[in-house]
């Protein structure tokens, strides 16, 4: 990878470019990343961030929604909106000969958003009933609940689609409040990867989105909890197997030690049948369906490390009892030398596949100037990766994993005796819904 072809500059309203020259297509992938998310809802109307991102391209001042899906279309591009948590893009892949009329309408899109009544209506409603239907989902539920418990008396808590009674609170002018204020004033980055040539680029920002206001800084101090509440949730359906979420804060994304975690949980649980959960109560034990851990960033909060397991009701006492035992083993105990090998192994093919195309090069960049780190992070976190020895490697493990202080939800048969469960977490608050 060509570091020569990358240029990082800032537009004078202060938003920030990569700029990376790929001649191998004539190819133009276009990402606008904005520095907010569901943390911006607020209280009383929480789904107000996803509910107002879902009506951004359903209609202009000048063009509805039939006509924005036309436009698109009619010249092949592959348009994309995504919320999250802690961030929103927008993201368009097309020809190198069009970049500059479909920049010019993501442009007016973006910034003359019409939010007709009848539009929001209908996404109020296509939104309260997928939150019904999910109700019918025990994956779906339990998940959902888990950030409840883990991110009590924040603002990550809630769903981001948000309450069926909070959407029907949302009003026209909360939206267009929350789209202008909270969203399009936020700091906004744009990545491109393109064949196209870097002065034509420059020019095509200047006519649109440097033409926004300047941005303005963020002073606020997010906060979280430092400490785990401790605290088991139950829930209670009619289900016929039990779902697992266990889990405890992970790291922020510029944490120098993420690159460890990223090794050391694909040996824990998140490299699927090489990991040590699914061998040992999957396969050998036999008493799960799935098992697996996973973490992600949520920068500016700390994201979750999650433990999840589905199980028959007869097992569940085993499995996780087994699930615990085998996390504090690995905090006493850490990686086999084996095992580390193994991991950089798999993720020396995963890291080159994941970079491969221009849109995933042009997330990789986007995702560099929201958390504030290298561009060519991912290469920068393989390279960290095989300098990590065995002694390190249990350092980390030691200091990290902790199969105590941990929370989470759990979904069980509605007349399923949980009296064990108290011996299990002794130190535990035991509640149900």
């Given amino acids: 990878m060509l570091k020569k072809n990358l240029k990082e500059f800032e537009l004078e309203n202060g938003i920030k470019v990569i700029?990376?020259?790929?001649?191998?297509?004539?190819?133009?992938?276009?990402?606008?990343?904005?520095?907010?998310?569901?943390?911006?809802d607020p209280e009383g109307k929480e789904g107000l961030f996803n509910l107002t991102i879902s009506l951004i391209d359903k209609g202009t001042k000048k063009?509805?929604?039939?006509?924005?899906?036309?436009?698109?279309?009619?010249?092949?591009?592959?348009?994309?909106?995504?919320?999250?948590?802690?961030?929103?893009?927008?993201s368009v892949l097309c020809r190198e000969d069009f970049s500059e009329k479909i920049v010019n309408f993501l442009f007016h899109i973006l910034t003359e958003p019409a939010f007709k009544e009848e539009e929001i209506l209908k996404e109020k409603m296509r939104i309260i009933t997928e939150i019904l239907q999910e109700r019918e989902e025990p994956e779906i539920l339990v998940s959902k609940k888990f950030y409840e418990v883990l991110y009590e008396n924040t603002p990550l808590s809630h769903p981001i689609e948000g309450y069926e009674e909070t959407i029907r609170k949302i009003e026209k002018k909360d939206i267009e409040n929350f789209y202008f204020e909270k969203i399009l004033k936020k700091n906004i980055y744009i990545s491109a990867t393109t064949s196209l040539d870097f002065d034509k680029f420059k020019r095509i920002l200047k006519n649109t989105f440097a033409r926004l206001d300047k941005r303005r800084k963020d002073k606020r101090n997010f906060s979280y909890p430092l400490k785990i509440s401790k605290k088991i949730l139950i829930l209670r359906d009619k289900v016929n197997q039990?779902?697992?979420?266990?889990?405890?804060?992970?790291?922020?994304?510029?944490?120098?030690?993420?690159?460890?975690?990223?090794?050391?949980?694909?040996?824990?649980?998140?490299?699927?049948?090489?990991?040590?959960?699914?061998?040992?109560?999957?396969?050998?034990?036999?008493?799960?369906?799935?098992?697996?851990?996973?973490?992600?960033?949520?920068?500016?909060?700390?994201?979750?490390?999650?433990?999840?397991?589905?199980?028959?009701?007869?097992?569940?006492?085993?499995?996780?009892?087994?699930?615990?035992?085998?996390?504090k083993k690995f905090k006493e105990k850490g990686p086999l030398k084996a095992e580390i090998e193994d991991a950089k192994g798999f993720f020396k093919g995963s890291i080159p596949r994941d970079t491969e195309t221009y849109n995933q090069l042009t997330g990789m960049f986007?995702?560099?100037?929201?958390?504030?780190?290298?561009?060519?992070?991912?290469?920068?976190?393989?390279?960290?990766?095989?300098?990590?020895?065995?002694?390190?490697?249990?350092?980390?493990?030691?200091?990290?994993?902790?199969?105590?202080?941990?929370?989470?939800?759990?979904?069980?048969?509605?007349?399923y005796n949980i009296g064990f469960l108290k011996e299990i977490f002794p130190n535990h608050i035991i509640c149900n819904e």
């Fill in 19 to 40: 700029y990376y020259q790929r001649k191998e297509l004539p190819l133009f992938s276009f990402a606008i990343g904005f520095d907010t998310g569901q943390y911006e």
């Fill in 63 to 90: 063009f509805d929604v039939f006509k924005i899906s036309e436009f698109f279309d009619s010249y092949g591009a592959r348009f994309d909106i995504t919320p999250s948590k802690n961030f929103l893009t927008v």
């Fill in 242 to 327: 039990v779902f697992v979420r266990l889990g405890h804060f992970s790291l922020l994304r510029r944490d120098k030690n993420y690159s460890k975690l990223l090794l050391l949980n694909y040996i824990l649980g998140g490299g699927a049948f090489a990991s040590r959960l699914y061998k040992k109560i999957r396969n050998e034990k036999g008493l799960v369906y799935s098992v697996y851990s996973k973490f992600y960033p949520l920068d500016p909060f700390k994201g979750p490390f999650i433990y999840a397991f589905q199980t028959g009701s007869n097992n569940f006492p085993l499995a996780l009892k087994i699930l615990l035992e085998e996390i």
């Fill in 366 to 415: 986007l995702s560099s100037l929201k958390y504030g780190i290298s561009p060519f992070f991912m290469y920068d976190t393989l390279n960290e990766m095989m300098k990590i020895d065995l002694k390190s490697a249990r350092e980390f493990s030691n200091s990290f994993f902790d199969h105590k202080n941990i929370c989470g939800t759990i979904l069980l048969p509605e007349k």
